[in-house]
């Protein structure tokens, strides 16, 4: 192989490493108070710890407002700043707004998973409107142990902005429901980058092409 197709190979293996990187760095989460989300509503919540709190509405908004933050504040004597669903929500779900319609590609939620407390069971599926009447369903995934944080799952560019998560029934493994983390609603630029790399790819079989038709020629010669 010439030295300039080594190059250009190296080049291109060192660029295909660094997409990952690059696509994460320039990723936004919409899923954010400072972006203009907002919580909607949900299923349930965890109404016994909530009602033990000094002012129980602040403590609620404080636990809905920590769904959509990557700094929570913690709504419960104890620390806690997780939402919690109820015990005996047989279909876990919270639906936030994005403020208005935009453009996503990767939607999921940090989650307690198994076996931490109140872990969910799942499976963890997402329904998508742009008008909060009409849903469509995003996608679902089941839930266990090797699962990881944040959870997420990808699809094609869509407009949306308003978004239900669902995180299955309770578990009977504590007294209350499941307990979610953060939410995020990603618009992740991967495919411009990926046209990108197989064009490049593709730049390096033609060398490699070409230098492989001229090395007999020169061996002949």
Do not use: C, H
Request: proline share 7%; aromatic share 12%.
């Amino acid at each position: 192989m010439s030295i300039r197709a080594r190059f250009v190979g190296t080049a291109l293996i060192a660029m295909a490493a660094a997409l990952p990187q690059a696509a994460r760095a320039s990723s936004v989460d919409y899923a954010l108070l400072t972006q203009g989300a907002s919580f909607v509503s949900a299923s349930s919540y965890l109404q016994y710890a909530v009602n033990q709190m000094p002012n129980p509405a602040l403590a609620l908004q404080t636990m809905e407002n920590d769904l959509l933050t990557p700094t929570p504040l913690p709504w419960y004597s104890d620390g806690d700043t997780r939402y919690i669903f109820n015990q005996g929500d047989t279909n876990q779900w919270i639906e936030i707004s994005l403020g208005q319609v935009r453009d996503i590609n990767s939607i999921g939620a940090s989650m307690m998973l198994p076996y931490m407390d109140r872990y969910v069971l799942g499976p963890f599926s997402i329904q998508t409107s742009v008008d909060g009447t009409s849903w469509s369903n995003w996608g679902s995934v089941n839930i266990s142990s090797s699962s990881t944080n944040p959870v997420l799952i990808g699809g094609a560019f869509t407009d949306v902005e308003y978004i239900r998560y669902y995180f299955g029934p309770f578990g009977p493994d504590w007294g209350g429901g499941s307990a979610a983390v953060q939410l995020f609603a990603d618009a992740t630029p991967l495919p411009p980058a990926w046209t990108l790399m197989l064009v490049g790819l593709a730049f390096f079989g033609l060398i490699a092409k070409r230098t492989r038709q001229q090395e007999p020629a020169a061996a002949a010669a």
